[in-house]
């Protein structure tokens, strides 16, 4: 099983950029698809974006959508959040997933670290 750990989060103003990372153990990282994921106090865990095993394809929540970019590196087994013209409604704990299936790092995750906190001051 892969194992996540999950960095960069912080405190930021509004309109501000945040890089976060997440770097896996283990020798399958390429195989796998990577997601993040997001709770804010008193919600649900959300959707936020997903790549696939090769990075060729990508996938949005609308409200991060053109704001957020997810990329992965598979030579250092990490994959990036960049987060660019933060609003406090983002304010929340950010989880990176993984799963073999794409359908899965969009919709329920498989594999967590234990987040990174985000905040996003006005």
């Known amino acids: 099983q892969v194992q996540l750990v999950e960095s960069g989060g912080g405190l930021v103003q509004a309109g501000g950029s945040l890089r976060l990372s997440c770097a896996a153990s283990?020798?399958?990282?390429?195989?796998?698809?990577m997601g993040w994921f997001r709770q804010a106090p008193g919600k649900e865990r959300e959707f936020v974006a997903a790549?696939?095993?090769?990075?060729?394809?990508?996938y949005y929540a609308d409200s991060v959508k053109g704001r957020f970019t997810i990329s992965r590196d598979n030579a250092k087994n990490t994959v990036y959040l960049q987060m660019n013209s933060l609003k406090p409604e983002d304010t929340a704990v950010y989880y990176c997933t993984a799963a073999y299936s794409i359908v899965v790092v969009t919709t329920t995750g498989g594999s967590w670290g234990q987040g990174t906190q985000v905040t996003v001051s006005s």
């Open positions: 790549i696939s095993w090769s990075g060729g394809n990508t």
């Open positions: 283990g020798r399958t990282f390429s195989s796998y698809a």
